[in-house]
């Protein structure tokens, strides 16, 4: 099989845009390739946080990855910080790497610009520690969104530059791009995320999500309930594509929208019951799980256990090939 790597860090409660846009991909994926997913509680660090709360941080995002149908008993899902390696392979990475193509990064760019006052080394060199985080497994795919294949070409050339320096070493491993790459927020004019507040949460209620579907912006055009509208502008109608079946999307949805057979109020309450049927079992298997977090702690133990022995591998390898492994006596 080959080799799946990826990461999420562990920045609070869920939202769909995560769900639809990368776990539940990864929820398919994982019977299909010996999968390593990772909480990388070291990239989180990159940004100002206060560090009480980054336990129980990684502790909800690992017992909610699991809700989702992560299986930890079958996936390699671990937290990046309890494998020493992935900063080790990050220090030697970074003497092959230039600091010119650093700066070029957009997500360098991006968050530099967002937190002015804290541009410190790590927003510089987190591709780099996401290069660690794949290639110390010899990871071959890497599920990611549109927004970040340059991070993935980015990890093949360091992969390229030290082969070529030190021998064959690391595969160039291929983004897998997700059937949803970018899942916009409820105001319909940036990308879903805590920090717009303009998400909904995969573990919030029904009554939860209806307070803010209820009010979120629809095709412009369809000002009275009588106005026709055009589906494709209409950003509930991008939502329902996630989650309502044919033929009731083609019909009931897009076509009640174009000729004003639908309301926007009975459109959203259509995707919300759709919606709904998707979040109400995570939610449910949420509660089990938060019930007994020691029999997630256990899986995560022995899963950080194969990682450090997997990553130490890889270490020892790369060492031996730049001349630092100890082959000389005393």
């Given at each position: 099989m080959k080799v799946l790597f990826t990461g999420i860090q562990p920045t609070g409660l869920l939202h769909i845009g995560n769900y639809f846009g990368a776990v539940r991909n990864w929820v398919s994926l994982q019977h299909q390739y010996r999968t390593y997913i990772s909480v990388v509680d070291?990239?989180?660090?990159?940004?100002?946080?206060?560090?009480?709360e980054m336990?129980?941080?990684?502790?909800?995002?690992?017992?909610?990855?699991?809700?989702c149908g992560i299986d930890p008993e079958k996936t390699l899902l671990f937290v990046?910080?309890?494998?020493?390696?992935?900063?080790?392979?990050?220090?030697?990475?970074?003497?092959?790497?230039?600091?010119?193509?650093?700066?070029?990064?957009?997500?360098?760019?991006?968050?530099?610009?967002?937190?002015?006052?804290?541009?410190?080394?790590?927003?510089?060199?987190?591709?780099?520690?996401?290069?660690?985080d794949i290639l110390i497994y010899k990871g071959e795919v890497v599920p990611v969104g549109e927004d970040q294949v340059q991070h993935v070409e980015f990890t093949r050339e360091v992969a390229r530059r030290f082969n070529a320096r030190y021998g064959d070493t690391f595969p160039e491993c291929e983004a897998l791009l997700t059937a949803s790459p970018r899942i916009m927020g409820l105001d319909g004019q940036a990308k879903m995320s805590k920090s717009k507040d303009n998400t909904i949460g995969l573990l919030e209620t029904r009554e939860e999500v209806w307070a803010k579907l209820s009010v979120a912006p629809t095709d412009p055009a369809r000002v009275r309930r009588s106005d026709p509208g055009t589906p494709e502008k209409c950003n509930i109608y991008s939502y329902h594509k996630l989650v309502?079946?044919?033929?009731?999307?083609?019909?009931?949805?897009?076509?009640?929208?174009?000729?004003?057979?639908i309301g926007c109020i009975d459109c959203k309450k259509l995707f919300l019951d759709n919606l709904m049927k998707e979040l109400d079992p995570i939610r449910e298997r949420y509660g089990q799980l938060a019930a007994r977090p020691e029999k997630v702690r256990e899986a995560l133990d022995a899963n950080a256990a194969t990682c450090r022995a997997d990553a130490g591998r890889t270490i020892l390898e790369v060492k031996e090939k730049m001349g630092l492994a100890r082959t000389w006596k005393i």
């Open positions: 070291l990239h989180a660090i990159t940004i100002q946080y206060e560090p009480r336990p129980g941080a990684v502790q909800e995002m690992v017992l909610q990855l699991a809700a990046q910080s309890e494998v020493p390696g992935h900063a080790d392979l990050t220090w030697t990475f970074n003497t092959i790497t230039p600091l010119g193509e650093l700066e070029r990064m957009t997500q360098f760019k991006d968050k530099s610009a967002q937190h002015r006052k804290n541009v410190n080394v790590g927003l510089l060199d987190y591709p780099v520690l996401q290069a660690a309502t079946p044919e033929p009731q999307l083609s019909q009931t949805v897009a076509q009640g929208c174009r000729t004003a057979g």
